[in-house]
């Protein structure tokens, strides 16, 4: 279990800050997530990043693709420039040593779903032919507008598609309940691993970002809450120690403060670790 945790200060910084928290996964982005241009990874800070990662207590290392990529458009330059990017960031996080990249799919943008799907087909294929070595995770996503990736079929479709194993999915627990998922209760959250078993596989899900919900279910909204204190509540619990589940890494992407208070990164990774201990939770 772990965080996604800024770079702000440097590469190895993040390792730092991991470590202070005393955890054991983590998730960066290689550049700012809301800009194209990249700042090449300098030699130096790359080994040292790779020092310090063997060095901590970490076992899981993932990059994020920043927001503007959209795989799905029917925009050539953009999705030209999609597709650049995501084969720029497998490249970095090769370097880095992470094991997987994750991603969300885009959307169509009027186009229609089967026309969007097809184009992230292409595009994951070309990104995965051009390197190696690293996991491409598809992240769930909440729904919202012509995104794709809310529903699980949708899912489904893109990896069996591009049939590779080195495509893997994300399974985040905000976006999966604004997508119409229930997780509010034991019985539901085993209902909807059976339905997500059942479309895309179990096998698949590699990682799980663990956030709760500040709007209800179904409604397509991407707004993270702090465990235990959103729509989920403690349905999140119950994923956390489901059995299918218990050798996925978990990375938290909630809020970064609480109540005015700046320990909200260990309030919320307490709460998941008596989760998954059976205990409840702060």
């Given at each position: 279990?772990?965080?996604?945790?800024?770079?702000?200060?440097?590469l190895?910084?993040?390792?730092?800050e991991?470590?202070?928290?005393?955890?054991?996964?983590?998730q960066?982005?290689t550049?700012?997530?809301?800009?194209?241009?990249a700042?090449p990874?300098?030699p130096?800070?790359?080994a040292a990043?790779?020092a310090?990662?063997w060095?901590?207590s970490?076992r899981f290392?993932a990059?994020?693709t920043p927001y503007?990529?959209?795989?799905?458009?029917?925009?050539?330059?953009?999705?030209?420039r999609?597709?650049?990017?995501?084969i720029?960031?497998?490249?970095?996080?090769?370097?880095?040593?992470?094991?997987?990249?994750?991603?969300?799919l885009g959307?169509?943008r009027g186009?229609?779903?089967?026309?969007?799907?097809?184009?992230?087909?292409?595009a994951v294929r070309?990104?995965?032919?051009a390197?190696?070595?690293?996991?491409?995770l598809?992240?769930?996503?909440?729904?919202?507008?012509t995104?794709l990736?809310?529903?699980?079929?949708?899912i489904?479709?893109?990896?069996?598609?591009?049939a590779?194993?080195?495509v893997?999915v994300c399974?985040?627990?905000?976006?999966?309940?604004?997508a119409?998922?229930?997780l509010?209760?034991?019985r539901?959250?085993?209902?909807?691993?059976?339905?997500f078993?059942?479309?895309?596989?179990?096998?698949l899900?590699r990682?799980?970002h663990?956030?709760d919900s500040a709007?209800?279910?179904g409604?397509?909204?991407?707004?993270?809450?702090?465990l235990?204190?959103?729509e989920?509540?403690?349905?999140?619990?119950?994923?956390?120690?489901?059995?299918?589940?218990?050798?996925v890494?978990?990375i938290?992407?909630?809020p970064k403060t609480?109540?005015?208070r700046?320990d909200?990164?260990a309030v919320?990774?307490r709460w998941?670790?008596?989760?998954?201990?059976?205990?409840?939770?702060?």
């Open positions: 279990m772990g965080f996604h945790v800024s770079i702000a200060g440097g190895s910084r993040s390792v730092d991991a470590e202070a928290l005393k955890a054991t996964a983590l960066v982005f550049r700012s997530p809301s800009v194209w241009w700042r990874i300098d130096a800070e790359r990043f790779r310090r990662v060095r901590s970490l290392l990059v994020h503007l990529p959209n795989l799905g458009t029917t925009d050539e330059a953009l999705h030209e999609s597709v650049a990017t995501l720029e960031e497998l490249d970095r996080a090769r370097a880095l040593g992470a094991g997987c990249v994750v991603t969300h959307a169509h186009a229609g779903s089967t026309k969007g799907a097809e184009r992230i087909v292409r070309r990104a995965l032919s390197t190696d070595r690293v996991d491409l598809v992240e769930t996503s909440a729904g919202a507008g995104a990736g809310g529903a699980f079929e949708e489904a479709a893109v990896v069996d598609a591009v590779d194993d080195r893997g399974f985040d627990t905000c976006h999966v309940f604004a119409g998922y229930d509010r209760t034991p539901a959250v085993e209902a909807t691993l059976r339905r078993d059942r479309l895309v596989g179990l096998r899900l990682l799980v663990l956030n709007c209800e279910l409604a397509r909204s991407d707004r993270h809450a702090h235990g204190r959103g989920i509540g403690e349905g999140l619990a119950a994923l956390v120690r489901h059995p299918a589940l218990t050798d890494p978990f938290l992407e909630t609480l109540d005015g700046r909200a990164d919320n990774l998941a670790r008596d989760a998954r201990r059976g205990e409840e939770g702060p």
